[in-house]
């Protein structure tokens, strides 16, 4: 597996990581925790060294199986966790990142990953009733007490990276980014590497959509989120389909999956982008890997560039509520 830096921070992760959320909700039925920590290490035997989670996802469960998952191999992996929600009875329940909230999170967090310290601390959305400035000196705090090695940002807008950066050092901003959202380019692409900031991006699949295997026949389990995106409406993804067929085709004529593709086309983007997809099978994920040797020419990212221009997408990437949470 090929290694990359996150900006300027030292932080060496392999080119792909792992997003661990799927595992634990969002996606239909949770996996077993056996089954959970199983395709963990999957990802560890094919080179993945870089594993996302959040106290959320579940909520609590997936740090606490992600845990228990790396616990033999920690010293060889990184692992990114996050901050920023209040949770009551089990469920999100609005933004939180006062200063000791921030500290709470993270002693907790510890404890459920059973390790000493975290290597990447992201806050996982901006509080707009907490300034920045504050949640950075927490979180360096908690640097300089060796609890956390990292700081990171999810879902910012570039004016609040700034700040952030200005007090304690981003490692890397996690945000959405795929063939299918790429919104980031406009202005937060151009700020990362200003700073000298590491990319992660989530959802590179396009939560599954850039895999070829979702058409507007296909139906989700009633507790997959997918059925509150507009995006993933019957009527936008048969829409959508446009794209993903061509991608199918010229994914094909390269030798490769259309996973793999969108893939190795993110990778392509910049040195420092390091994307997580996620998933629940071992096979999905040695496909996912295998996508860090595909090299994409000149010729190959003007053609994709082309394709992607002249297709419109249709519905937004989150519901309403969702969507008031990112880019500030």
Not at 155 to 181: C, F, K
Not at 221 to 244: C, G, H, I, M, W
Request: aromatic share 8%; net charge negative; glycine share 8%.
């Amino acid at each position: 597996m090929q290694k990359r830096t996150l900006g300027k921070s030292g932080l060496e992760v392999s080119a792909l990581g792992f997003g661990c959320m799927g595992i634990s909700q969002s996606y239909g039925r949770p996996s077993s925790r056996q089954d959970g920590i199983a395709i963990i290490r999957s990802a560890v035997d094919v080179g993945v060294t870089f594993f996302d989670t959040a106290e959320v996802y579940g909520p609590y469960t997936n740090e606490d199986l992600v845990g228990e998952a790396l616990e033999p191999v920690r010293d060889q992996v990184v692992i990114a966790t996050k901050f920023g929600f209040n949770i009551v009875d089990g469920k999100m329940a609005g933004l939180n990142s006062r200063p000791a909230h921030v500290r709470a999170v993270a002693d907790a967090s510890l404890k459920r990953l059973r390790t000493d310290r975290i290597d990447l601390f992201y806050q996982h959305r901006v509080d707009p009733d907490v300034r920045i400035e504050d949640v950075a000196g927490e979180v360096k705090d908690l640097i300089a007490e060796g609890k956390v090695k990292h700081f990171g940002l999810s879902e910012a807008g570039a004016a609040t990276i700034r700040r952030a950066h200005a007090v304690q050092p981003v490692a890397a901003l996690q945000s959405e980014y795929s063939l299918w959202w790429r919104e980031p380019e406009h202005e937060v692409l151009p700020t990362l590497e200003e700073l000298g900031i590491g990319f992660v991006p989530f959802s590179p699949l396009g939560k599954g959509f850039l895999t070829g295997t979702i058409d507007d026949k296909t139906t989700f389990e009633p507790t997959d989120f997918r059925n509150s995106v507009p995006r993933f409406t019957e009527e936008n993804r048969k829409a959508n389909l446009a794209f993903v067929e061509w991608l199918k085709t010229f994914a094909a004529q390269n030798g490769a999956t259309p996973a793999q593709l969108a893939l190795a086309w993110l990778l392509a983007q910049k040195p420092w982008i390091v994307p997580i997809p996620g998933t629940t099978k071992r096979h999905r994920v040695e496909e996912n890997v295998a996508a860090v040797d595909i090299h994409l020419d000149t010729a190959d990212l003007r053609e994709i560039d082309r394709a992607a221009s002249q297709i419109e997408l249709h519905g937004a990437r989150y519901p309403e509520h969702l969507l008031k949470m990112v880019g500030r």
